[in-house]
T-cell receptor, first 115, second 111 residues
Framework: DSGVTQTPKHLITATGQRVTLRCSPR?????VYWYQQSLDQGLQFLIQ???????AKGNILERFSAQQFPDLHSELNLSSLELGDSALYFC??????????????FGQGTRLTVV | AQSVTQLGSHVSVSEGALVLLRCNYS??????LFWYVQYPNQGLQLLLK??????LVKGINGFEAEFKKSETSFHLTKPSAHMSDAAEYFC?????????FGTGTRLQVFP
């Protein structure tokens, strides 16, 4: 158990809908990362938050947004969903920000299926 | 930007054989490198990490990796494969505020 909790584990929704994925980082970790894993794109970095502030943005679509709350949990919001958004979404956390050797700890992921 | 390249999307070995999974990095500064493993329907678990303290890094489950600056490589090895090693393995590099992952190598172990 990595200590990173993601809910829900599975989500099935229709095209055009909006969903929210939730992540609770390990106790004491200030950084939260979101990744998307799909068969054709591999593991893609979406966005990172550190202590409530956005720190880095990757290949995140404009239809997607995220935030980190004062209690450090994070939510990834996906809207106007398309079939191609079906993927495994991972949250990871680490104790600090970049420039260090600190690893990130991953949650079990949320499998999103858009039908 | 830093990146990693994993050679071979699939590797098959017999149980008891040597496991070698290849990773090459591209970095303008001394990199922080990682190997993660993903078992079916699970998240990624850290196997080991390179922090410049030692070029040979030992990880969990008998895996180790050697950092070779001259070859810009960080290959993952295990002397004797076990059936339970069947999984997908990802090499990653720290790039400022995030981890950048390779495309992964799926390891199959045959009895």
């Amino acid at each position: 158990d990595s200590g990173v909790t993601q809910t829900p584990k599975h989500l099935i929704t229709a095209t055009g809908q909006r969903v929210t994925l939730r992540c609770s980082p390990r106790s004491g970790d200030l950084s939260v990362y979101w990744y998307q894993q799909s068969l054709d794109q591999g593991l893609q970095f979406l966005i990172q938050y550190y202590n409530g502030e956005e720190r880095a943005k990757g290949n995140i679509l404009e239809r997607f947004s995220a935030q980190q709350f004062p209690d450090l949990h994070s939510e990834l919001n996906l809207s106007s969903l398309e079939l191609g958004d079906s993927a495994l979404y991972f949250c990871a956390s680490s104790v600090d920000i970049g420039g260090t050797a600190r690893e990130a700890f991953f949650g079990q992921g949320t499998r999103l299926t858009v039908v | 930007a830093q990146s990693v390249t994993q050679l071979g999307s699939h590797v098959s070995v017999s149980e008891g054989a040597l496991v070698l999974l290849r990773c090459n990095y591209s970095s303008s500064v001394p990199p922080y490198l990682f190997w993660y493993v993903q078992y079916p329907n699970q998240g990624l678990q850290l196997l080991l990490k390179y922090t410049s303290a030692a070029t040979l890094v030992k990880g969990i489950n008998g895996f180790e990796a050697e950092f070779k600056k001259s070859e810009t490589s960080f290959h993952l090895t295990k002397p004797s494969a076990h059936m339970s090693d069947a999984a997908e393995y990802f090499c990653a590099v720290r790039d400022t505020d995030k981890l950048i992952f390779g495309t992964g190598t799926r390891l199959q172990v045959f009895p």
